[in-house]
């Protein structure tokens, strides 16, 4: 399941966002890729760690933490300290799986069971640099206006394609979420949806609401981890 989350920043906060980037200390992009994607990988990306990447991943960190849209997709174990990337003219990133596990900067590590895009540049300011998440069809080809997050599962191949003019500036990142399974997190979610929709038509009250609320909170407790 992929989802697209509409404004987790607003248009100030992108702004204020690019200012920073536009200075910022890039380098090439393969130092974070494994061995296979590093063959593939064709980017300028922000040293982890520098000044930028963390102040920035803190402010992004602190939206999602905010959204309850993400919250319920992607019920989060723990979220992966937001990287930054841009793609000029003649980057991209070929079709690869993303490594299944990150080492965390203070310890520890993170299983990635769902990849994250957040754009930083409106579709105009750049020509291609879409997004192609490979779902057994055609592909599902993704360029959001900037602000807009979209997430898909990690165990997908998925490639940036060529920018031929302008550049795509954006964020990205890993979930670890409290549940492995993106079939059981599917239905989790559409429960939760479906909750959200019956509860003002038959209000906070009504006993079938209860019990079904209680499912979802004892099937969450059966297939959650962490
Ligand atoms: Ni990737």
Request: net charge negative; hydrophobic share 45%; with cysteine.
């Amino acid at each position: 399941m992929m989802i697209e989350i509409e404004q987790l920043l607003d248009a100030a906060a992108v702004r204020r966002m690019r200012e920073r980037l536009a200075a910022a200390p890039w380098a090439d992009g393969k130092v974070t890729a494994g061995y296979q994607s590093a063959l593939a990988k064709n980017n300028e990306q922000l040293p982890e760690g520098c000044t930028e990447a963390r102040e920035l991943g803190a402010e992004i960190a602190a939206a999602l933490s905010q959204n309850l849209l993400f919250q319920s997709f992607a019920l989060p174990r723990a979220v992966f300290p937001p990287l930054f990337n841009r793609y000029g003219a003649g980057h991209g990133f070929g079709s690869h799986v993303d490594n299944a596990w990150r080492p965390m900067p203070g310890g520890g590590r993170l299983r990635t069971d769902i990849s994250a895009t957040l754009f930083l540049s409106d579709p105009g300011e750049y020509d291609g640099g879409e997004l192609v998440v490979e779902d057994g069809h055609d592909g599902k080809r993704v360029k959001l206006p900037a602000g807009h997050l979209f997430l898909y599962p990690a165990t997908t191949l998925h490639s940036v394609t060529p920018v031929t003019a302008g550049a795509r500036v954006a964020s990205f990142f890993w979930i670890e979420s409290l549940v492995a399974s993106a079939a059981r997190r599917a239905t989790l979610f559409d429960l939760d949806l479906a909750i959200q929709s019956l509860r003002p038509r038959v209000g906070d009250d009504d006993a079938a609401l209860i019990t079904l609320t209680g499912c979802y909170h004892n099937m969450l407790r059966e297939w959650s981890h962490g």
